[in-house]
């Protein structure tokens, strides 16, 4: 079975950091991009970031220049550094893993992101 497990989620200030990380197997990680999600209360679950085995990311404008996805291929873990965090980015987060840059079959749990005074 595959297992993509999320970690990282908090409460944080407007303004400030987190990094989510993303942990799965070593055949799941090397031959799929690996995406970050996040599903606001109420609203449609949206792309945020994506990174492919040879490292080229692609960011949703909402977040770029504030996010940072990357992958740590020694520990078949993705992150996504988030600075700046806003209100707006409130939402559960979650890991994707698929064979193109299209939305892929594998889903961790989520971890929930406030961002809140």
């Known amino acids: 079975q595959v297992q993509l497990v999320e970690s990282g989620g908090g409460l944080v200030q407007p303004g400030g950091s987190l990094r989510l990380s993303c942990a799965t197997s070593?055949?799941?990680?090397?031959?799929?991009?690996m995406g970050w999600y996040r599903q606001a209360p109420g609203k449609q679950r949206e792309w945020v970031a994506s990174?492919?085995?040879?490292?080229?990311?692609r960011y949703a404008d909402s977040v770029k220049g504030r996010f940072t996805i990357s992958r740590d291929n020694a520990k078949n873990t993705v992150y996504l550094q988030m600075n700046s965090l806003k209100p707006e980015d409130t939402a559960v987060y979650y890991c994707?893993?698929?064979?193109?840059?299209?939305?892929?079959?594998?889903w961790g749990q989520g971890t929930q992101v406030t961002v809140s005074s």
């Open positions: 994707n893993a698929g064979p193109n840059w299209s939305t892929g079959i594998y």
């Open positions: 070593g055949s799941i990680f090397s031959a799929n991009v």
């Open positions: 990174i492919n085995s040879d490292g080229s990311q």
